[in-house]
């Protein structure tokens, strides 16, 4: 089953349950991958999916932040009830060791050599952890590798 279809047979239980709070936000999932498939005129993957999981979440942890500094606690809870409803969409992340190894490889596959080779490794890098790790986290261990 894929990821796609995973989250339509939610959206039908989360229905079924009368689960307001989980529906509303699997359907804002679904209209996102709607939209990027009819702007683009493909059909979205796995991959393309939990991309777009993956900008929904930051999405919401932005709000939560900005809720939180303007004493809109209500709101900030509400957005991070929908964070964990998306959070189940993405697969399993990476330990912090597994992502040093992982940028040690694609230091050495690519043969940088300093600060100005860190958008080869990013390349390499995006396509191998993008959904599985903190991508910000990421790119500040690169940059310390190659500072190094």
Same mark, same amino acid.
Not at 35 to 40: A, I, L, M, P
Not at 44 to 56: E, R
Not at 105 to 110: E, F, G, N
């Given at each position: 089953m894929s990821?796609?279809?995973?989250?339509?047979?939610?959206?039908?239980? *989360?229905?079924?349950?009368?689960?307001? &709070? %989980? +529906?509303?936000?699997?359907?804002l999932l679904l209209a996102a991958i709607k939209?990027?498939?009819?702007?683009?005129r493909i059909t979205?993957?796995? *991959?393309?999916?939990?991309?777009?999981? &993956? %900008? +929904?979440i930051k999405q919401r942890?932005?709000?939560?932040s900005q809720f939180q500094a303007a004493?809109?606690?209500d709101l900030a809870d509400k957005e991070a009830a929908e964070v964990e409803v998306l959070i189940v969409y993405m697969p399993q992340q990476l330990s912090a060791d597994e992502v040093a190894q992982a940028v040690k490889?694609?230091?050495?596959?690519?043969g940088a050599a300093g600060p100005q080779d860190m958008g080869k490794v990013m390349?390499?890098?995006k396509g191998?952890?993008?959904?599985?790790?903190?991508?910000?986290?990421?790119?500040?261990?690169?940059?310390?590798a190659l500072a190094a």
């Open positions: 990821l796609k279809e995973r989250i339509n047979e939610d959206m039908k239980t *989360a229905m079924r349950a009368k689960a307001a &709070d %989980k +529906l509303g936000t699997i359907r939209q990027k498939e009819v702007d683009e979205l993957d796995d *991959a393309a999916t939990v991309a777009i999981v &993956d %900008k +929904l942890k932005d709000s939560i004493g809109r606690t490889a694609a230091v050495a596959q690519t390349g390499v890098l191998l952890l993008a959904g599985r790790a903190d991508m910000t986290a990421v790119s500040a261990q690169v940059k310390a």
